[in-house]
């Protein structure tokens, strides 16, 4: 419709000059010295819109001309782009396919063409990484140096941190002015690999702010982080102490904490102190485990621990556990009898080595020869089946 209405509007404008033409008379003198010339001004003006014309058309051939050079480095710099840009494409579809080697290839032109360099430095370092080419990842990793320098931080960290290079990882990170989320989750993993245990309480509290944790995920996290922290003080009593009175008391009753806390004390002797960390988490919450490290330690009133456990078991009945810390405690105050029913009633509830091995030394106190052999051989075998199937479990992991 358009082309329609041109043709018309040009069609009336040719038909009005045509018309204007003919009923003009008139004419132009042009006198130069020695010279005089008389042209109809009809003539005049179609020499003028001529004049115009070819001078409108040598100006463009002329401004094309100076502007080819320019428009052809366009080209080609568009042309490269979009090579470039297709070849990084490229690379990232092999990276996440699994196919490292062609990734790696991929990623170093991207990052010849100049498309991305950070980009495809960072990829190509990554590629180069998981075929184990490390003297290629770091040098692509150089190529970042100059650009971003969190997209170089962040990924050295990370690399780090798959080869257990937690001290490299850690350095790396400190050299970010601000940690973002993710370089925070970096830190938590390298803390954890470092035993940086009092870090890492801080940094699941940071992370659990942020909302990257739930209530439960940062709560296990904190569990494991202070019971492994009181792990490494189970050499110093005075560390010890200072460690467990640092832990809030709502988490000095939680059940890994307890255990945690019980056995470091055990191991340094302090049976009373163990002895209180186990009655007060018990009386917040049953636990098995801690049933049963009831009865390690000697020393203290025996009897009133005995009276307690005997409390326990009124409201945990079958626990096999609590009934071999009654027998051990029943065995510390020689009353024999009671440990022996205990020890049994124990083995009756569920089998272990831990009551076999216990029953086997009362039978010998008490001299009865063959009952002593006959609990110790059952010991052994529960042991060694017990072996037998975590060494086994262990092997089929790597499967």
Sequence with gaps: ?????????????????????????GYALLVFPSYRAELSLNLLLLLAAAAFVVAYALSRFIAATVRLPRQVREYRLARRREKARATLLEALHEYFAGRYAKAEKAAARSLELGESAEISAVLAARAAHELRAHERRDAYLGHVAAGDGVLRTVTEAELALEERRFQDALNALKRLPRKHTAALRLELKAQQQARNWEQVL???????????????QGEQIRRYALAENLK???????????????????????????????????SLGGCARAHRIIEDALDAAWDSELASLYGECQGGDTLKRIERAELWLKS????????????????????????????????????????????????????????????????????????????????????
């Design 202 to 216: 801080v940094l699941a509290a940071e992370l659990q702010k942020r909302g990257v944790f739930d209530a439960a």
């Design 316 to 399: 945990h009945p079958g626990d096999a556990a609590l009934l071999l810390t009654l027998g051990k405690l029943c065995a510390q105050q020689e009353l024999w009898g009671k440990a022996q029913s205990y020890l049994e009633a124990s083995i009756a509830t569920e089998p272990t080595y831990s009551a076999h091995f216990a029953l086997a030394r009362l039978q010998e106190r008490l001299g009865n020869a063959d009952d002593a052999r006959r609990n110790y051989r059952e010991s052994l075998d529960l042991a060694l089946a017990q072996l037998r199937a975590t060494t086994g479990g262990r092997r089929r992991t790597p499967i």
């Design 1 to 25: 419709m358009k082309a329609l209405i041109w043709v018309v509007v040009i069609a009336a404008l040719a038909v009005g000059v045509t018309l204007l033409a003919r009923h003009n008379t």
């Design 232 to 266: 490494r003080r189970a050499l110093d009593s005075g560390a010890l102490e200072e460690a467990w009175d640092r832990i809030p008391a709502a988490q000095r009753t939680d059940a890994r904490v307890a255990v945690a806390g019980a056995q470091c004390f055990i």
